[in-house]
């Protein structure tokens, strides 16, 4: 932004094109077959999105569908993997979304707070791999996991790696 500010062009839009996370030499390692990996993956697609979101990109697109190196959102008879979904859930929320500002309120967890619908949506996670029990400063209307998975909503909760959506 700073590079195009420079020239006179700030009216410019800025895309990721090739977001992904991959692995190994060739994705054939026994880690990268690791069900860790595939949760890593879907984890990553989630918050990749709403970092990309965040930082007013006008596009953040995942390479690649079928895969490089581990980056498959969909396997060899393109049935959708967990990255899938959770890229999915993510693009799914921040539809029609407006974003509001980072989640710093809690030591160890970052996050994205968002506008939708007349609803505030936080995206959290751990942001240094450790477990923390956090008491929200409201009690949500409903928490999912990463892939649209109904959690019980309460105002303490505990972050992960594994990251939630949080519905106030």
């Known amino acids: 932004r ?3 500010d420079q020239f006179s062009f700030p009216q410019k839009y800025l895309m990721n094109t090739e977001a992904g996370l991959v692995c190994g030499r060739d994705a054939t390692e026994d880690f990268c077959l690791a069900p860790e990996f595939t949760l890593t993956k879907a984890y990553y697609a989630a918050e990749v999105n709403f970092a990309a979101f ?3 990109l006008r596009a953040n697109i995942w390479y690649s569908l079928t895969g490089w190196r ?7 008879d393109l049935k959708p993997n967990q990255a899938y979904t959770a890229y999915q859930f993510s693009a799914q929320q921040l539809n029609g979304a407006v974003f509001q500002r980072i989640v710093s309120d809690f030591p160890g967890v970052r996050g994205y707070e968002i506008q939708r619908g007349g609803q505030t949506v936080w995206f959290l996670v751990s942001g240094d791999g450790a ?3 956090v008491t929200l400063p409201f ?3 409903a928490v999912y996991d990463v892939f649209g998975a109904a959690q019980p909503a309460a105002s303490a909760i505990n972050i992960t790696s594994a990251p ?3 519905v106030r």
């Open 54 to 56: 965040a930082e007013g």
């Open 70 to 76: 581990g980056t498959n959102l969909v396997d060899k």
């Open 164 to 166: 939630l959506y949080v």
């Open 139 to 141: 009690t949500p209307s």
């Open 2 to 4: 700073s590079v195009l």
């Open 131 to 133: 477990a923390h029990s």
